[in-house]
């Protein structure tokens, strides 16, 4: 289709509209805090999830440690006795380690990405 | 770094340069904040409009294909941007069987020569704005944005055909406001 060049010159000339001063400046501070939002966030939740995980060990290891203290004079009602004792205990200090190490690798990982430059 | 071509700021911003954005922001400000107001018809809702495209564009360009121009791909952001804004799923709805024939008004040159320029763009304005939303657009998209009636069509959904008659009518329609108006004004100074 062809253009009608009057039309074409008449609306360039006095229908372009023109933006503020501060357009291009404002899209590029819009867009730095972005930037920023986008990285800080996942950061917040690596940090949310670090308390989560300390707060459910330290639950763990209460309840285990009341487990281990409940269970001996008692007993189950579950055939654990059929175990030899030296296993329930290399069970609790492995839930205890793994748990350990399991913290340290989040607490890694959060310190690498909070530098972000 | 302005006279580089937008597929090289593309990848100067790609690879890092965040500040490589501002070439392209100045490139198309003006054209995507006109777009945004020819749909919307409020300067401020349409400057917010515009920004936010600039910005969706920005962190869209690692999925931008560079199939198109990026104007036409930013002004794909631009229309979704402007619709969303005003509630609106569809950017055409009127019926456009009809052709609508005639010429152009022959004494407008005549008119338009009375006028100083900052008049004429008050006028042209009003004109634009009298104008139905598909036929203002399409004239935008066409005349100002500079696109071609294939890439109205890919940016609209619409036929060629549909586009071509909504440009001839809009045209016309444009003429006969923008004439009504001038005439208008002469009287009432006379």
New interface residues.
């Given amino acids: 289709m062809q253009k009608d060049k009057e039309l074409a010159e008449l609306l360039a000339q006095h229908a372009m509209q023109e933006t503020d001063k501060n357009f291009t400046a404002d899209v590029m501070q819009k867009i730095a805090v972005m930037q920023t939002e986008k990285q800080r966030i996942p950061a917040l939740k690596q940090a949310v999830l670090i308390k989560i995980l300390a707060a459910l060990f330290v639950f763990i290891c209460i309840v285990l440690l009341v487990g281990s203290i409940a269970i001996q004079p008692f007993g189950t009602g579950i055939h654990i006795d059929a175990l030899p004792p030296s296993y329930t205990s290399q069970l609790i200090r492995f839930f205890i380690i793994f748990w350990v190490i399991m913290l340290a690798n989040q607490s890694l990982k959060k310190n690498n990405k909070l530098v972000y430059k | 770094m302005n006279s580089l071509t937008d597929k090289l700021v593309i990848d100067l911003i790609l690879a890092g340069n965040?500040?490589a954005?501002?070439v392209l922001?100045?490139r198309y400000?003006?054209?995507v904040?006109?777009l945004a107001?020819t749909i919307l018809l409020n300067?401020e809702e349409?400057?917010e409009v515009?920004?936010d495209a600039?910005?969706k564009a920005?962190?869209a360009l690692n999925n931008f294909k560079r199939e198109a121009a990026f104007g036409t791909w930013l002004y794909r952001i631009v229309i979704n941007t402007a619709l969303n804004k005003k509630k609106l799923k569809k950017l055409f709805t009127a019926d456009i069987a009809s052709v609508t024939t005639g010429d152009?008004p022959t004494d407008l040159?005549h008119l338009?020569q009375r006028y100083e320029?900052k008049d004429?763009?008050k006028f042209?304005?009003l004109a634009?704005e009298k104008l139905k939303a598909d036929e203002r657009i399409c004239?935008?998209l066409?005349?100002?944005n500079e696109l071609q009636?294939n890439e109205i069509v890919e940016l609209t959904g619409m036929t060629a055909a549909n586009i071509?008659v909504l440009?001839y009518r809009g045209?016309k329609h444009?003429?006969e406001a923008l004439q009504a108006l001038l005439k208008k004004e002469m009287n009432d100074l006379i």
């Fill in positions: 965040s500040n954005y501002t922001v100045n400000k003006d054209k904040f006109t107001h300067r349409a400057e515009a920004q600039f910005v920005f962190f152009e040159n338009l320029n004429l763009k042209i304005g634009i004239i935008a066409f005349y100002l009636v071509k440009l045209r444009l003429y």
